[in-house]
């Protein structure tokens, strides 16, 4: 019990600062993958069908090794796991650079994020330990936070080398620049153990009581919800470069457009996590799924000059309603239950964002990109009638 309350008193700052810098890096590789789906798909030629399997395998490993990640974390240590992994991400990267077949090209991805699918379970679960007594909420706004800034610093430097290099040199660079990143956060990251004993009698008691899950309903609810958000969110993003690129926006020029949506992300996990604090959560996520509907129905309308505004805008709602979810998990497991618990929520919602981008490109390709992108909009309208339930019992 004694090294547990060390853990919570002492070197929280590192903790803070490491997991978020793992997030970060994490968050910002994985949501490249945006900006090379266009030039892949020019360079071989691919139909919707083809680019919607590539991100449908990358986000589906994470999904298929989230949860079995989680309970190798329980076995081997969280922190090993969670470095291993994005050290895997880096070096799956490093791979891609140097594949010139689809195959090749997809079991690169394939690599990259099978090895880093426990991260944000196993980092949110060290996280609400370690903050456990006081200031979770304000821990996990900032490490949801460090994730989406990654997501407009990476792709946004990116971008810029894309332009200099082209988009093999430029994923070369960042994967080496990743690699160093992941040795030297490795050195920086604290590696206090936890009291053993305490855990397993908590875990013990956890299994008795259902992963110590405490309102089945209300997890429930909160998972098809997640599940939504995140089949919505992974569409909308594959395909939102082809729009712009319908819409006349040269190709160059759609790695910075997606930069503006992750810019408009970053800013959504934090100003909605704050206003779910103050109005509630069921109208928090009300209000931003019915802002997303609007808003990518709004961009599906405007024309070249007034879609830059707008981008931003869709970024803040099209994360803001992720950020109010990823802080309830924590709230509907025990404490020893929680890297089961974010393992199994992360597990089956990237599960369904990895099969929807393969679902809607065989829409695409046999109905059109203007139709496949107003789905997406419908779909964020029945997550509202499903809110009510998210407040779970005491």
């Known amino acids: 019990m004694k090294s547990r309350n060390l853990i919570k008193t002492n070197n929280r700052g590192r903790f803070l600062f490491s997991f978020s810098a793992f997030h970060f890096l994490d968050d910002g590789f994985s949501d490249s993958i945006y900006l090379f789906l266009p030039f892949i798909a020019a360079e071989l030629n691919l139909s919707f069908s083809q680019v919607g399997l590539l991100k449908g395998i990358f986000s589906g490993a994470t999904g298929l090794f989230q949860f079995p990640l989680s309970l190798l974390g329980e076995k081997i240590g969280?922190?090993?796991?969670?470095?291993?992994?994005?050290?895997?991400?880096?070096?799956?990267?490093l791979l891609l650079s140097r594949a010139h077949t689809f195959l090749a090209i997809l079991l690169?991805?394939?690599?990259?994020?099978?090895?880093?699918?426990?991260q944000h379970g196993l980092s949110s679960s060290i996280l609400s330990r370690v903050f456990e007594v006081s200031g979770r909420r304000a821990a996990m706004g900032t490490y949801n936070f460090s994730g989406d800034l990654g997501k407009v610093c990476i792709p946004f430097s990116l971008a810029l080398m894309i332009n200099l290099w082209g988009w093999r040199q430029a994923t070369l660079t960042l994967a080496?620049?990743?690699?160093?990143?992941?040795?030297?956060?490795?050195?920086?990251?604290p590696k206090q153990k936890e009291d053993d004993r305490f855990y397993r009698s908590e875990r013990s008691l956890s299994e008795e009581k259902k992963w110590g899950l405490k309102d089945r309903n209300s997890f429930s609810a909160l998972l098809t919800i997640g599940i939504i958000d995140m089949v919505v969110r992974n569409v909308f993003l594959t395909f939102l470069p082809f729009l712009l690129l319908q819409k006349?926006?040269?190709?160059?020029?759609a790695g910075f457009a997606l930069t503006l949506v992750f810019v408009g992300g970053a800013a959504g996990k934090f100003i909605c996590g704050v206003l779910a604090e103050r109005i509630g959560i069921i109208p928090m996520v009300v209000g931003t799924e019915i802002f997303t509907a609007a808003g990518i129905l709004t961009l599906m309308m405007l024309p070249f000059s007034g879609i830059w505004a707008l981008l931003p805008f869709v970024g803040i709602v099209l994360n803001g309603t992720s950020s109010v979810l990823y802080?309830?998990?924590?709230?509907?497991?025990?404490?020893?239950?929680?890297?089961?618990?974010?393992?199994?929520?992360y597990a089956v919602t990237l599960g369904a964002g990895a099969v929807s981008p393969m679902v809607f490109g065989l829409l695409t390709d046999s109905t059109g990109l203007s139709f496949t992108i107003m789905m997406t909009a419908l779909m964020v309208v029945l997550t509202i009638p499903l809110s009510r339930y998210l407040s779970p019992k005491p």
Do not use: H, N, W
């Open 108 to 118: 690169s991805l394939f690599f990259a994020k099978a090895t880093g699918a426990g």
């Open 327 to 345: 802080a309830m998990v924590a709230e509907m497991f025990d404490p020893a239950s929680r890297a089961r618990g974010y393992g199994l929520y």
């Open 78 to 93: 969280e922190f090993i796991v969670i470095a291993l992994g994005t050290f895997g991400l880096a070096c799956g990267f």
């Open 176 to 189: 080496i620049l990743g690699i160093t990143g992941v040795g030297i956060l490795y050195g920086l990251a």
């Open 248 to 253: 006349g926006i040269p190709l160059g020029q």
